[in-house]
């Protein structure tokens, strides 16, 4: 369930957990899903602030009991009670992210950006470091640098941020402003402008100046040095997650008041692709190049290098020429009115070796390629 929960609910946190060990990823699910529950029963609808946050009281309650109990009746506190006797997790840090949860339920207002970076803090690093844990409890710790925690604050806020904006024409719906007035004050009108939803040239210009700082604090290069290889990954993935999220909001204009904005063709391709374990080693923008180099118009056209870690040792140790092959390229292309994302047969590689010990490994790749492209036309991409 926990699983099936993060797939539908955010495609973007499920592609990051295809990318870590497949041993943490349940423990992952349990936590992402566990916040999601506490987010739902703080933002419902159909009850009024006090006992919304009577409901996320007594969920965090019995959350309590249930870890005492090392069972659970619930699916979500049962896989998350499951999760912390297996990884020997420690969640009494949540509690201060499940009271921060319980008192947003009556509405937030921020002074200035201390106060709400004193709210990010308390409502997200808590899971972030849950899945730290996990990392370390694996072998692959997120260990941070003393001086990279800066970094990584910075971070954790500028997800914190992009989220604020995705969900913008939500919470402003429930009468929400999760935006600093510190921030507002300085774009005169946008504060009254927002909860009327008109798209105003204050609320446009805070717009840029708010995604312009998210991109600004997820371009966190050196927040990764000395990390091991495979959080480095998971951390870098998340970025570009995010500055591509971002693309999406800058790009909405006025719908960012009226629905959720949606990525591109090639940032939800990216997601496809890494909730089958593929990261990405190269982006060649075909068309921005083509015009640089040749003044040469022609339709969209990127090129994207997939890298499933695995699978790639697996197909070097059979033959180090395959490196040749690699990596798998992906091409995201506009054709008419419609996009097309296609991928080179994997059955090549061993067409071209003559190696049968490449077999399985291509019919895996195969797999994983058609899972990637099924999931993209079932979400009508």
Known sequence: MCRRTTRQHDPGIYALTQLMPAVLRPACWALWAAANVLDDLADERDAKPAERAARVEAWARALQHDLAAGTSTDPVRHALVDAAERWCLDLSGLQSAMAGTRDDAHGLRFPDWAAWRAWCNEGLVPWVDQVRHLFEQAGAPMTLRLDRQADYERFIDGAQLTDILTDLSADLAQGHLLIPQEALDSFPGAESDLPRGHWSPAVAALTAKLTGLARQWVTRPAMTRGMHPGA?????????????????????????????????????????????????????DVTATLKTKLDHDMEDYVILGACNPPLAHRALDTDRSVGLLLPCNVVVRRDRDHTVVQALDPGTMVALTELDALRPVAEEVTRRLDAAFTSLTAKGN
């Not at 593929?278 to 982006?283: A, D, M, P, R, V």
Request: aromatic share 4%; hydrophobic share 55%.
């Open 232 to 284: 480095v990954i998971v951390f870098d993935t998340a970025a570009d997650l995010l500055r591509a999220q971002l693309d999406a909001i800058d790009a909405a204009g006025p719908t960012l008041l009226t629905r959720a904005p949606r990525p591109s063709a090639v940032a939800r391709t990216r997601d496809a692709l890494a909730a089958q374990g593929f990261g990405i080693l190269t982006e060649i």
